[in-house]
């Protein structure tokens, strides 16, 4: 039973502290539009103090825009000696709000004294007497519920639950699913916030289940790191990783919800301005172009470029044609390989060193430099240079000529023809799409590294341009990489001072390289789960997918136990499928029950089947998002399906593919061929178990030919 005194002193608390948020909000918009007022020009000074005060009143803004989230969502209250002061009491919200005084009115939720809301339990109170949950609807407070963890001055001997806040953490996983997921500030459990908190060096694996909150604790780190190092992401931003833009956007509503919009989202290939390009079609290509052998070949295409002249070749300069050899060329090309550095800048050595010999053999006569037989074959060159050769001054002044002549000569279109031919000026993109659409180029690069059947596996048409070939999201990684060869570091690229990587299990080797160039402190935090792998590698440990992100291999593996999300129905269906080709793991442990959730159809047409049975629980008032998800030879097929559908709540269903279903969640899914998820019979349980396990209470498999007994249930069908 609600106390009524305490709803009412907690409604006009939750009042007070949004009045209060709304006059800092104001404060800031009038600091802003004063300095814009002000007539602009004057001292140099001036700007930029007028341009810091609306940087800093626009950041505050958007800092305290949590759209209709309730600000305040907890209190906790210490027994004297508190940390603060005796006794005292502080309010847990999104954002810290303070009063004219600057005395704490909310505490923002990744403060230090905020810890103890999320992590005090009865064996550990942490100086916490009650733990109060604040139900709002925004400014509204329509429940509270307290938890007594401890006596006035000592522990009563009184364990809690695992769970902090059962009501509010039903409520949570109870709502239904939207396009855009939702935070779980208000219900963040001990585990959770033990990774959110964890300090920032180093490498951090969170390995979890499906259902266990690695999105979610994944993002909620990403902003409490941004609170508590500001300072750091001032100059080097922080980065979420996704599997797909799908993921991407599903997620995108979160952080600012949290007042973090600094953060920047990123699929691999879109950090790598590639953004929406699709996947290689076939496995073989996906594993072998993520393989770190990549690197050797890339590496190889480049020095392979950098080749001596095959035949003697004649620059007509001047009176005089000066040839170059197959020798001299080669000792040219040879010694600048010898230096370090990349490909593109050590083209001017090539000039340099190419033109400086040329020179001297057109001044001295050498045996590389002849005669031209016709005057009207004379080259012009410039006429005060012709001045300067004629009087053939000694000393210094000749030195200086050899210059003069060698400068000359480089800007001759017969000169940088020969350069181009020893040392081209390439791009990734030229220089990837070469090596792939000539088989020649490919075989002398592979030099013994791959096979006939990988040649044939990295191939593509010769006709197409490399301006108008589309990448893949596999190509796009190749091209990073292949970029610092060519140019060397860039610069103006973004260096991230952590990197929150999700969906991590099937990241590849060289996507791992990728995020290694990008994060140079080697500061990340990866989560994800090796069974819910179904990639090109299916078998690693976290030792091998963590081994090309870092230089050392150290890393810390939390561990996240217990299942919040998903229904112990769909936990006991998943867990059949995972013992299939994962022995001896440990059950993760489901907190709620939804009867009838799990059923299995064999019908002749099952896509058909599916469309009845989604169609079926819209028409009972089905709240929510669905899936329906089907192999990828069936998508058109699906989207047809539904685009005929004359229920309206087709708008509530998502048709994807088992790629582009990763990372999602759903009230329900249905899913169709359960077997040809996938292109090959090796990875079919995995993609199966990903697929069940995308939903929160509803899962419906349709199949057109019989199911294996291990996946049967006498109480499912």
Same mark, same amino acid.
């Given at each position: 039973?609600?106390?009524?005194?305490?709803?009412?002193?907690?409604?006009?608390?939750?009042?007070?502290?949004?009045?209060?948020?709304? #006059?800092?909000?104001?404060?800031?918009?009038?600091?802003?539009?004063?300095?814009?007022?002000?007539?602009?020009?004057?001292?140099?000074?001036?700007?930029?103090?007028?341009?810091?005060?609306?940087?800093?009143?626009?950041?505050? !803004?958007?800092?305290?825009?949590?759209?209709?989230?309730? *600000?305040?969502?907890?209190?906790?209250?210490?027994?004297?000696? #508190?940390?603060?002061?005796?006794?005292?009491?502080?309010?847990i919200g999104r954002v810290s709000v303070n009063s004219e005084s600057m005395e704490p009115l909310v505490v923002d939720w990744r403060a230090p004294i905020a810890e103890a809301f999320y992590r005090a339990t009865g064996k550990d109170p942490m100086g916490v007497h009650l733990r109060r949950h604040i139900f709002c609807n925004r400014d509204v407070v329509e429940n509270v519920e307290d938890e007594i963890?401890?006596?006035? @001055?000592?522990?009563? /001997?009184?364990? &809690?639950?695992?769970? @902090?806040?059962?009501? #509010? !953490?039903?409520?949570?996983?109870?709502?239904?699913?939207?396009?855009?997921?939702?935070?779980?500030?208000?219900?963040?459990?001990?585990?959770?916030?033990?990774?959110?908190?964890?300090?920032?060096?180093?490498? *951090?694996?969170?390995?979890?289940?499906?259902?266990?909150?690695?999105?979610?604790?994944?993002?909620?780190?990403?902003?409490?790191?941004?609170?508590?190092?500001?300072?750091?992401?001032?100059?080097?931003?922080?980065?979420?990783?996704?599997?797909?833009?799908?993921?991407?956007?599903?997620?995108?509503?979160?952080?600012?919800?949290?007042?973090?919009?600094?953060?920047? @989202?990123?699929?691999?290939?879109?950090?790598?301005?590639?953004?929406?390009?699709?996947?290689?079609?076939?496995?073989?290509?996906?594993?072998?172009?993520?393989?770190?052998?990549?690197?050797?070949?890339?590496?190889?295409?480049?020095?392979?470029?950098?080749?001596?002249?095959?035949?003697?070749?004649?620059?007509?300069?001047?009176?005089?044609?000066?040839?170059? $050899?197959?020798?001299?060329?080669?000792?040219?090309?040879?010694?600048?390989?010898?230096?370090?550095?990349?490909?593109?800048?050590?083209?001017?050595?090539?000039? +340099?060193?190419?033109?400086?010999?040329?020179?001297?053999?057109y001044l001295e006569g050498g045996e590389h430099a002849v005669d031209v037989e016709s005057v009207t074959n004379v080259i012009s060159i410039n006429a005060g240079l012709e001045d300067l050769i004629a009087q053939n001054l000694p000393g210094e002044d000749s030195v200086d000529l050899t210059k003069e002549v060698g400068t000359a000569l480089r800007k001759s279109r017969e000169f940088q023809l020969v350069v181009e031919r020893m040392w081209p000026r390439l791009t990734a993109e030229q220089t990837l799409h070469d090596l792939f659409s000539h088989r020649a180029l490919l075989k002398l690069a592979s030099r013994s590294l791959l096979s006939e059947g990988e040649l044939d596996t990295l191939m593509i048409?010769?006709?197409?341009?490399?301006?108008?070939?589309?990448?893949?999201?596999?190509?796009?990684? %190749?091209?990073?990489? %292949?970029?610092?060869?060519?140019?060397?570091?860039?610069? $103006?690229?973004?260096?991230?001072?952590?990197?929150?990587?999700?969906?991590?299990?099937?990241?590849?080797?060289?996507?791992?390289?990728? @995020?290694?160039?990008?994060?140079?402190? /080697?500061?990340?935090?990866?989560?994800?789960?090796?069974?819910?792998?179904?990639?090109?590698?299916?078998?690693?440990?976290?030792?091998?997918?963590?081994?090309?992100?870092?230089?050392?291999?150290?890393?810390? %593996?939390?561990?996240? +136990?217990?299942?919040?999300?998903?229904?112990?129905?769909?936990?006991?269906?998943?867990?059949?499928?995972?013992?299939?080709?994962?022995?001896?793991?440990?059950?993760?442990?489901?907190?709620?029950?939804?009867?009838?959730?799990?059923?299995?159809?064999?019908?002749?047409?099952? !896509?058909?089947?599916?469309?009845? =049975?989604?169609?079926?629980?819209?028409?009972?008032?089905?709240? /929510?998002?669905?899936?329906?998800?089907?192999?990828? &030879?069936?998508?058109?097929?699906?989207?047809?399906?539904?685009?005929? =559908?004359?229920?309206?709540?087709?708008? #509530?269903?998502?048709?994807?593919?088992?790629?582009?279903?990763?990372?999602?969640?759903?009230?329900?899914?249905?899913?169709?061929?359960?077997?040809?998820?996938?292109?090959?019979?090796?990875?079919?349980?995995?993609?199966?178990?990903?697929?069940?396990?995308?939903?929160?209470?509803?899962?419906?498999?349709?199949?057109?030919?019989?199911?294996?007994?291990? *996946?049967?249930?006498?109480?499912?069908?």
């Open positions: 039973m609600v106390n009524q005194e305490d709803l009412e002193f907690e409604s006009a608390y939750v009042k007070m502290a949004y009045d209060r948020l709304d #006059a800092i909000k104001e404060q800031a918009r009038i600091a802003m539009n004063q300095v814009l007022e002000v007539e602009k020009g004057g001292t140099h000074q001036a700007k930029v103090e007028r341009d810091v005060v609306v940087r800093s009143s626009l950041a505050r !803004l958007e800092a305290l825009d949590i759209g209709d989230q309730a *600000l305040v969502f907890g209190r906790i209250d210490f027994v004297p000696p #508190a940390p603060l002061s005796e006794g005292e009491s502080f309010h963890l401890m006596g006035s @001055l000592e522990d009563d /001997g009184s364990d &809690s639950a695992e769970m @902090l806040s059962p009501s #509010a !953490l039903y409520a949570a996983i109870s709502r239904p699913r939207s396009q855009f997921m939702n935070d779980i500030v208000s219900t963040i459990q001990s585990e959770q916030d033990e990774v959110v908190r964890h300090p920032l060096s180093g490498v *951090l694996v969170v390995q979890g289940a499906p259902g266990t909150g690695k999105t979610a604790v994944a993002l909620h780190r990403a902003a409490y790191l941004m609170y508590t190092y500001r300072w750091r992401f001032e100059r080097q931003p922080l980065l979420v990783l996704g599997p797909s833009s799908e993921f991407v956007k599903y997620i995108s509503r979160v952080l600012p919800s949290l007042g973090e919009s600094g953060v920047e @989202l990123h699929t691999p290939e879109g950090l790598c301005g590639y953004g929406g390009a699709p996947s290689e079609k076939t496995l073989a290509a996906r594993r072998l172009k993520g393989d770190l052998k990549m690197v050797k070949l890339l590496q190889r295409a480049v020095k392979d470029r950098q080749r001596p002249l095959r035949k003697e070749t004649r620059v007509a300069f001047g009176r005089k044609y000066l040839t170059i $050899t197959p020798e001299l060329s080669r000792e040219i090309v040879d010694q600048v390989k010898r230096r370090h550095g990349p490909h593109n800048p050590k083209r001017k050595i090539v000039e +340099s060193k190419l033109a400086q010999y040329l020179a001297e053999q048409r010769p006709e197409d341009s490399f301006l108008s070939h589309r990448w893949s999201r596999e190509d796009a990684i %190749l091209l990073d990489e %292949l970029k610092p060869l060519l140019d060397g570091q860039d610069d $103006t690229q973004v260096s991230y001072g952590h990197v929150v990587v999700d969906e991590a299990q099937d990241i590849s080797p060289m996507t791992a390289r990728l @995020l290694r160039r990008r994060c140079r402190s /080697g500061s990340m935090t990866v989560l994800g789960d090796l069974a819910q792998s179904f990639g090109p590698w299916p078998k690693r440990s976290w030792d091998e997918v963590v081994s090309p992100l870092v230089a050392s291999k150290g890393y810390e %593996l939390k561990e996240l +136990s217990v299942n919040y999300r998903t229904s112990q129905e769909i936990s006991t269906l998943a867990d059949r499928i995972k013992n299939q080709y994962m022995f001896g793991f440990e059950k993760t442990k489901a907190i709620r029950s939804y009867p009838g959730g799990v059923e299995v159809f064999v019908h002749r047409d099952p !896509l058909a089947q599916a469309g009845r =049975g989604i169609e079926a629980i819209f028409r009972k008032g089905g709240r /929510g998002r669905y899936a329906l998800i089907v192999p990828e &030879s069936d998508l058109q097929m699906s989207y047809e399906m539904v685009n005929s =559908g004359e229920y309206a709540l087709w708008s #509530a269903l998502s048709v994807l593919d088992i790629e582009r279903v990763r990372g999602l969640e759903f009230d329900g899914v249905f899913i169709v061929r359960p077997f040809n998820l996938v292109d090959d019979i090796a990875r079919t349980e995995r993609a199966l178990y990903v697929a069940v396990t995308r939903a929160t209470n509803l899962v419906k498999i349709y199949e057109s030919e019989p199911l294996p007994d291990w *996946l049967l249930d006498p109480k499912l069908t």
